[in-house]
């Protein structure tokens, strides 16, 4: 028998015709799992304690229904940030695994990421880094052009805020389509920074985003299986 009880139904997500909307959506009703074997537990930690936060952080999201539209089941990660030790549990794990990985840059990709990367690069000692969409940023930018299912989108970055052989983080709130972490990956390699990884909270992987991906490292803290 569990701790504890979730708070939320267990989270529905479902997809649309809009890559922008299916980050967040696809057809079936996954089971979220843990991935508790890629975790770098603290030294005062145990598995177990690790097992313990990751179930908490998988309970703690909720869905919205018919948002932003009829026929749409909306995976929310704001319950997550109203319950501040499950908050903790989510950006400790992160810290935990970068703190020693020589990290001077936590690449945020805009907007969620700008949720999770500020804490973590506090911990770790890095700076933050913002990847904004187009006209968001004012000066000079760098950006990088990505593909959704109808069109384009790009992905801007201030001129000077990463330095070339800087290790790099990019972090967001999950991976669905993988569109968006290849163009923040882009971003960053083409500047001359090194990406040590990409981290997401959650990973849809009937979306393919980890294929997108290729042979770029991916962690993530639960998984919608």
């Given amino acids: 028998m569990s701790l504890f009880s979730p708070p939320f139904p267990a989270p529905i997500i479902s997809s649309s015709s809009s890559s922008q909307i299916s980050r967040r959506f696809f057809f079936s009703k996954p089971r979220f799992t843990s991935l508790s074997s890629s975790i ?3 030294s005062m930690a145990t598995q177990d304690d690790a ?4 179930s908490r952080i998988a309970s703690s999201i909720r869905v919205i229904p018919d948002f932003p ?3 749409i089941k909306f995976q929310d990660i704001t319950t997550l940030l109203l319950q501040p030790k499950v908050f903790r549990d989510t950006i400790d794990l992160f810290v935990e695994r970068y703190k020693d990985k020589g990290i001077s840059v936590v690449a945020g990709v805009e907007a969620r990421g700008f949720i999770f990367g500020p804490p973590i690069a506090l911990a770790i000692g890095a700076k933050f880094v913002p990847m904004r969409k187009p006209n968001k940023l004012p000066g000079k930018v760098i950006s990088e052009e990505y593909s959704l299912e109808y069109g384009t989108d790009r992905m801007e970055m ?6 070339p052989g800087e290790k790099a983080l990019v972090i967001d709130d999950l991976i669905a389509t993988g569109g968006t972490l290849c163009a923040a990956m882009n971003l960053l390699e083409k500047v001359g920074a090194a990406v040590v990884e990409c981290a997401c909270v959650i990973e849809l992987p009937e979306l393919n985003g980890r294929k997108r991906l290729g042979d770029k490292p991916l962690f993530v803290l639960v998984k919608a299986a």
């Fill in 158 to 163: 201030h001129v000077g805020a990463v330095e």
């Fill in 51 to 54: 097992d313990l936060r990751l």
């Fill in 40 to 42: 770098q537990p603290r």
């Fill in 69 to 71: 539209k009829p026929g």
